[in-house]
């Protein structure tokens, strides 16, 4: 199953939830939601860097995550960005792969 990283930015709204939630809830909301949508969710942390949240998980396929991505910034507590992150071994694949590419003016 390809692997998303999911980073988030609370809005002020999202902020009064979490104050009011806690962070644990919000991780089991975060886990049950990606279980919802056939996916496994391997961790979630939160931070005060350039992104509140940052969440890696594993999801069917990118249409499920451009879904869950839609829903989650339509709800309006969280600017959500996902990003397809690959193992090293689907780098090795990659990097046996006969690809062809001729650069710009050449």
Known sequence: MPRFLLTSNYTVNGLQGL???GGTKRVEVV???IEAHGGRMESMHFSFAEHDTYVLC???DHKTAAALAI???AAGGLDTRVTPVLTA????QA???RAEYQPPGE
């Open 19 to 21: 104050i009011s939630d």
């Open 31 to 33: 886990r049950h939601t």
């Open 58 to 60: 594993e999801l069917p």
């Open 71 to 73: 829903v989650i910034r």
């Open 89 to 92: 071994e689907e780098i090795d």
């Open 95 to 97: 990097t046996r792969q």
